[in-house]
């Protein structure tokens, strides 16, 4: 969800309502503009004024994510470095993009280049380096298949500190798949350095919790991938997150076929036979990363790459409403809908 770019966030008036309370917990909810998503982020707490600091400071901490780690609009750090990689130079980043190409690299490693954020050009040519939907006939096969010989992968980036070198002139970094996750965990560290405790952070759908909603846990819904409503509802724990990438909502359309966002590194093509994966896990960078990693394995070998990248709680829906699920998820997700099968299998 971090490919949609608007240049700036903001916070929605209608969408704030600040209860105006004594000192007993309540709800506090305001809504950002953030990564050209809605980011949903609410409280239980007694503390109102260092809620509404909290979230100014977030929404600070979010456009600068923005600006430097777009892939490819503006000039940040991400846009330099894949420069760059592109001119065989070498460039010194910040902690925090060393931080998350680290993690992406390994990331990458566990789910045998499933998750491949360094497949940036391939991205590009599909059209998805755009805020607008691409239409138009899909790519040449030709380039696609060069940019498949070239492989680009997150091996070829060089570690020297925070120096980075590509040995690959074709790397380009995305971080589409993965820096929302990463971004989730971050907002809810913030969120508790301002003594807000109990919250949820949510953008459409992709959120991390800390604490309880009162005397409850967090209780929250997984959107169904093919049809209306919410496919499941759960309750969340202190600490964790869940994340869903979805198939269904991002795609090129040309001649009534619908060529997805989530593209397979090993083929070139978009993902075609699973509509979403949910994972959840506390670290929600991992989750994100491995929701499109398993998105991109299907049916077949999900359970496989779900236990390399050592994950437990897993949910696959493929294109006809069929669920794959592993007991551990089973046992804690409530449907709210008929499903059509549900597979049980372990990772
Ligand atoms: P969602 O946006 O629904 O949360 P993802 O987390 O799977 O979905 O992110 C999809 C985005 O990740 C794409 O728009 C693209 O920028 C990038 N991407 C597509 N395929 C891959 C892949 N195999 N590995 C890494 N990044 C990918
Ligand atoms: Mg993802």
């Not at 704030?16 to 950002?32: E, I, K, N």
């Not at 940036?120 to 939907?133: K, N, Q, T, V, Y």
């Not at 971004?183 to 604490?211: R, Y």
Request: glycine content about 10%; some cysteine.
């Amino acid at each position: 969800m971090l490919r949609v770019f608007l240049r700036w966030s903001l916070l929605l008036p209608a969408a704030l309502f600040v209860t105006a309370c004594g000192r007993s917990p309540a709800d506090h909810q305001q809504t950002l503009l953030v990564f050209g998503t809605l980011l949903d982020i609410k409280a239980y707490t007694d503390k109102p004024e260092q809620f509404n600091k909290a979230v100014q400071s977030l929404d600070e901490t979010f456009q600068d994510m923005h600006r430097e780690w777009h892939a490819w609009k503006g000039e940040g750090e991400l846009v330099r470095l894949n420069r760059a990689f592109a001119d065989g130079q070498a460039m010194s980043v910040s902690e925090s993009l060393g931080d998350l190409l680290r993690q992406s690299q390994a990331y990458s490693q566990q789910s045998d280049g499933l998750f491949n954020p360094a497949i940036g050009r391939l991205i590009g040519l599909w059209g998805f380096h755009s805020d607008e939907p691409p239409g138009g006939p899909p790519p040449d096969p030709n380039a696609i298949q060069a940019l498949l010989d070239a492989s680009p992968s997150m091996d070829d980036i060089r570690f020297d500190g925070n120096l980075l070198s590509s040995a690959n002139e074709t790397v380009e970094i995305d971080l589409g798949a993965f820096a929302k996750g990463y971004a989730l965990n971050l907002a809810i560290e913030k969120l508790k350095t301002f003594g807000i405790g109990h919250a949820i952070v949510n953008a459409g759908g992709d959120l991390c919790v800390s604490g309880r909603h009162g005397d409850r846990p967090w209780a929250i819904g997984i959107r169904h991938p093919l049809g209306e409503g919410v496919i499941a509802s759960v309750d969340v724990s202190d600490g964790e997150c869940v994340l869903t990438s979805g198939n269904y909502e991002r795609y090129r359309e040309y001649e009534g076929i619908r060529y997805a966002h989530i593209l397979d590194p090993r083929t070139g093509y978009p993902v075609e036979h699973v509509a979403s994966a949910t994972v959840i896990s506390p670290d929600g960078g991992l989750a994100d990363a491995a929701a499109t990693a398993l998105s991109v394995a299907g049916p077949d070998s999900w359970h496989r790459i779900a236990h390399q990248m050592e994950l437990n709680q897993v949910m696959l829906v493929n294109e006809k409403g069929r669920v794959y699920i592993t007991p551990e998820m089973k046992a804690r997700i409530v449907f709210q809908q008929s499903v059509d099968a549900v597979i049980i299998s372990e990772p």
